[in-house]
């Protein structure tokens, strides 16, 4: 015989044994359960509150932390403000470009190192480099690497690939280039800001394609093998339908990351040449201007946008699903 | 199985062989992939090695080097110079950038806030991953929702909360943010491990009448240390990045800066500070925080994407 759970030990204690297990649960859980609703969901909920208040950040001594009166003011100055839609509209480009470049570039490096090969462990170490690396200072280097006078990217466009003037990557709002003699602008500062976004974050996506690819059966391979696929139809039928679940599941998680992200762009451009994403919009009004109840309206707008995206994209997305089924 | 494939393969390749010639779509598809990976290694290992390079090496650059010639990577021996690490570390009264004490800041904040992480975090993770009470599945699913909120709308709130009270500008109140921001996370990864460990051991405990909290301390903790430690250096790690929060709350008070909070002030400071200096400052902000990386791979691997072969 061996040892049976505590749950189905003998008949006679067994319903005190399950609620000692259930107060046990419950005590163990409660310090974190405290925490987490001290400073992670009771300030939510205080936000909403704020939010239709008049609160700015000079009178917090005098009118004490709930403001004075109710006001729909601040959602009035959000969707009236100038820039607004401009706002808006830089976030969805920059999360939607972001997130699919960094998946792109996850799945090519896990695919790269999925088979083995000498130095793979170091490449695969290497490769989680900049997600693991502090915000700060890598923004920072790129920052000096993309500057006018100091960095080495201008320097080797001029040098070697003959551009006429140095580019300012990170503050020039849009630049004409000609294509085949069609001109158009094409934003400099935003897409610096989405290369870096990419470059951070791809190893994230990396851990978890690879991580699933690892898992995938080696007879699945073998099987399209035998049966005449190529390489590349073997990617396309057998591995990537294997991949499609953690693929959606990382869109959108990076998704949610990219939409809220700040201190990317804060540190790379400051929110100028046309890279101002409606978090920025948001610290703006806090610390700036001082004005707490606009920039809570702000917020609570952009978890708004944020969940009817999300909304939108499972509705999608199991429609999808069913139509394949 | 995998003989009758091996076999599969060789019948395949040998019919091959004798009606086409060598150049069928499975040769030359293989050959550019190889070809392509190899030029795909090359490109991952540079874009991802190469600014760290470029930040080592041009910290250790004289200024006027740079200046002249933005361009050039190596440097001459005899103009190396560490004179940007010297500057950076000093105090500002001895005319340096005051990191070394930014780094004081940094190492107690971080370590205080793996401590209480944990500290909650365990209990916890013991509790989900165990114990069956009521709420238990609700439970995971509201700390994970929590790690997906946007951090600037929690931002706000816990700003006026914490200037309100006089704790602004404290390293208590960053200490506490990151505790419990990072507790979601902490109490996935330890719930994770706490499960792979077999509940047998843990009953022949009890059955020796060791009661629930004796089981944990005795049995599942002592088992779980190399969990622990790696989890509590990625706390570490998040905690030493965070920048946001710094900014908002220790902004005002230079004596508070991490070195996070540090480097951005210097980056974008109005006095002229050497590019090559700052630079100094970067490679000291990430050292501690690669080498904890290296030291920890693995197991931060597998706890961060557990679940994830499933699909």
Redo the contacts between chains.
């Keep these: 015989m061996?040892?049976?759970?505590?749950?189905s030990a003998g008949e006679r204690p067994g319903p005190t044994l399950?609620q000692?297990?259930?107060?046990?649960?419950?005590a163990?859980?409660s310090?974190?359960?405290v925490?987490?609703m001290?400073?992670?969901?009771i300030?939510?909920l205080?936000?909403v509150f704020?939010a239709f208040r008049d609160?700015r950040?000079r009178d917090?001594r005098e009118v004490?932390?709930f403001g004075s009166g109710f006001t729909l003011e601040n959602f009035v100055g959000v969707f009236t403000s100038r820039g607004f839609l401009e706002a808006l509209a830089t976030t969805v480009i920059y999360s939607v470009v972001g997130t699919a470049l960094a998946i792109g570039l996850g799945l090519?490096?896990a695919l790269?190192?999925r088979a083995p090969?000498r130095g793979r462990t170091l490449?695969r170490?290497?490769?989680?480099?900049?997600y693991?690396?502090?915000?700060?200072?890598?923004a920072?280097?790129?920052?000096?690497?993309l500057?006018p006078?100091?960095?080495?990217v201008?320097?080797?466009g001029q040098?070697v690939l003959g551009w006429e003037r140095a580019i300012p990557f990170l503050s020039q709002r849009s630049s004409d280039v000609t294509i085949f003699g069609v001109s158009m602008g094409v934003p400099v500062a935003l897409l610096s800001v989405i290369a870096f976004q990419a470059?951070r974050y791809f190893p994230f996506a990396f851990?978890?394609i690879l991580?699933?690819l690892?898992?995938v059966p080696?007879?699945l391979d073998?099987?399209g093998?035998?049966d005449?696929a190529?390489?590349?139809q073997r990617f396309r039928y057998i591995l990537l339908p294997?991949?499609s679940?953690?693929i959606a599941?990382l869109a959108v998680?990076r998704f949610?990351?990219t939409?809220?992200e700040?201190?990317d762009i804060y540190?790379l451009t400051?929110g100028g040449g046309g890279t101002e994403v409606v978090?920025i919009g948001?610290?703006n009004r806090?610390?700036g201007r001082g004005d707490?109840g606009a920039?809570?309206a702000f917020?609570?707008v952009?978890?708004g946008l944020?969940a009817i995206f999300l909304f939108l994209y499972f509705r999608f997305f199991a429609r999808t699903n069913e139509a394949s089924a | 199985?995998?003989g009758a494939?091996d076999l599969?393969?060789a019948v395949?390749a040998a019919a091959h062989e004798s009606t086409h010639s060598r150049w069928t779509?499975?040769t030359v598809?293989?050959t550019v992939?190889t070809v392509l990976?190899w030029i795909?290694?090359a490109f991952?290992?540079v874009?991802?090695?190469f600014?760290?390079l470029?930040?080592l090496l041009?910290s250790v650059r004289p200024i006027a080097d740079?200046?002249r010639?933005?361009?050039a990577?190596l440097v001459p021996f005899e103009r190396l110079t560490f004179g940007t690490y010297d500057e950076v570390l000093r105090s500002v009264e001895q005319g340096g950038q005051g990191f070394l004490s930014f780094l004081r800041n940094s190492a107690i904040i971080a370590t205080v806030a793996v401590f209480a992480s944990l500290?909650?975090?365990i209990?916890?993770a013991?509790?989900?991953s165990r114990?069956?009470?009521?709420g238990?599945r609700q439970?995971n699913a509201?700390?994970l929702a929590?790690y997906?909120?946007?951090?600037?709308?929690?931002?706000?709130?816990?700003?006026?909360?914490f200037?309100?009270i006089g704790l602004r500008g404290s390293l208590i109140g960053l200490i506490?943010?990151y505790?419990?921001?990072t507790?979601?996370v902490t109490?996935h990864m330890l719930r994770t491990y706490f499960n792979s460990i077999p509940?047998?051991l843990e009953?022949?405990a009890?059955?020796e009448g060791c009661n629930?909290?004796q089981v944990m301390r005795y049995i599942s903790i002592p088992l779980a240390v190399p969990a622990i430690m790696s989890t509590g250096l990625f706390v570490f790690?998040i905690a030493?990045?965070e920048?946001?929060f710094a900014l908002?709350f220790l902004v005002d008070k230079r004596e508070s800066w991490t070195?996070?909070?540090g480097?951005?002030q210097l980056?974008?400071s109005t006095i002229e500070v050497p590019?090559t200096v700052?630079?100094a400052g970067?490679?000291i902000?990430?050292v501690p925080?690669?080498a904890v990386?290296?030291l920890t791979?693995r197991l931060l691997?597998e706890g961060?994407?557990a679940g994830?072969?499933?699909?």
């Design positions: 061996t040892a049976r759970s505590p749950g399950r000692q297990e259930s107060r046990a649960g419950l163990l859980l310090p974190t359960f925490v987490v001290a400073v992670v969901v300030p939510i205080w936000t704020i609160l950040l917090l004490g932390i090519a490096a790269i190192v090969f490449v170490a290497s490769m989680l480099l900049p693991v690396s502090p915000v700060v200072a890598v920072f280097v790129w920052s000096v690497m500057d006078n100091l960095g080495i201008n320097a080797f040098d470059w851990l978890f991580a699933r690892q898992a080696a007879d073998e099987a093998k035998v005449g190529s390489p590349l294997q991949l679940g953690v599941l998680l949610i990351w939409f809220n700040f201190d540190l400051g978090s948001i610290f806090l610390t707490i920039a809570a917020s609570l952009l978890a944020l | 199985m995998t494939a599969g393969t395949e779509r499975e598809e293989s992939i990976k795909g290694v991952f290992v874009i991802t090695v600014p760290f470029y930040m041009l740079l200046a010639d933005p361009g990577l500290l909650l975090a209990p916890g013991y509790a989900i114990l069956d009470f009521f238990r439970v509201v700390f929590v997906l909120f946007p951090a600037i709308l929690l931002a706000i709130p816990l700003f006026v909360f200037t309100r506490i943010v505790a419990s921001q507790v979601p109490i509940e047998s009953e022949s009890t059955l629930r909290f790690m030493w990045n920048f946001l908002l070195v996070s909070l480097l951005s980056a974008n590019t700052v630079m970067a490679v902000l990430t925080v690669i990386f290296f791979e691997v961060l994407t994830a072969e499933k699909g």
